[in-house]
């Protein structure tokens, strides 16, 4: 894989968390701005923010999916053995996967609907097939993650090293 490809693949959904994030920020200061000091609001600023949180939650989504970073609890896992750990994280990939791909598949339905009768935004005007990808987006992106994290932790009890556990938000022994 190409150094670029890598660099991507690592930081895609950190850069496009990043772009909405500021979206959503930038878009808020200024209509709270416009609102308290003009006493004039858009409509299209409060789509705008709108759309970009949602993407935010999709690309969010598949991230914590990436990283292993979704809420759960581990508690039995400290007392498994290596091997017993990777199966079961596969066999919650495996759960995601189907639920993902399924969901991808129902998801696009919505999209294509909105697609054949042209509906739009009612601030930005725009067609709201842009804004509706971002579920199917969001799940094609959750599907590539677990191919991956299912092939790293193949490869992982393959060999014999620890399955990737994430990064833990509290540690142990930790305050």
């Known amino acids: 894989m190409s150094k670029y490809l890598k660099l991507l693949d690592q930081n895609a959904e950190r850069w496009a968390l990043l772009v909405f994030y500021v979206m959503v920020v930038v878009t808020m200061a200024v209509e709270v701005l416009r609102r308290e000091i003009f006493a004039y609001s858009s409509i299209w600023g409060e789509e705008m923010v709108r759309y970009s949180f949602i993407y935010l939650a999709w690309v969010g989504a598949a991230a914590a999916v990436k990283e292993r970073a979704h809420i759960r609890i581990d508690v039995l896992m400290h007392y498994l053995g290596r091997r017993t750990k990777a199966l079961l994280y596969m066999f919650g990939d495996l759960i995601m996967f189907g639920v993902?791909?399924?969901?991808?598949?129902?998801?696009?339905?919505?999209?294509?609907?909105?697609?054949?009768?042209?509906?739009?935004?009612?601030?930005?005007?725009?067609?709201?097939?842009?804004?509706?990808?971002?579920?199917?987006?969001?799940?094609?992106?959750?599907?590539?993650?677990?191919?991956?994290?299912?092939?790293?932790?193949?490869?992982?009890?393959?060999?014999?090293?620890?399955?990737?556990?994430?990064?833990?938000?509290?540690?142990?022994?930790?305050?």
């Open 100 to 175: 993902a791909v399924i969901a991808l598949f129902y998801s696009f339905e919505t999209v294509m609907v909105s697609a054949k009768f042209g509906s739009v935004s009612h601030g930005l005007r725009v067609s709201m097939v842009w804004f509706l990808m971002a579920v199917p987006a969001g799940f094609a992106l959750m599907t590539w993650r677990l191919i991956q994290s299912f092939v790293r932790d193949f490869n992982d009890l393959r060999s014999g090293r620890d399955v990737y556990e994430g990064d833990t938000l509290f540690e142990e022994g930790g305050a």
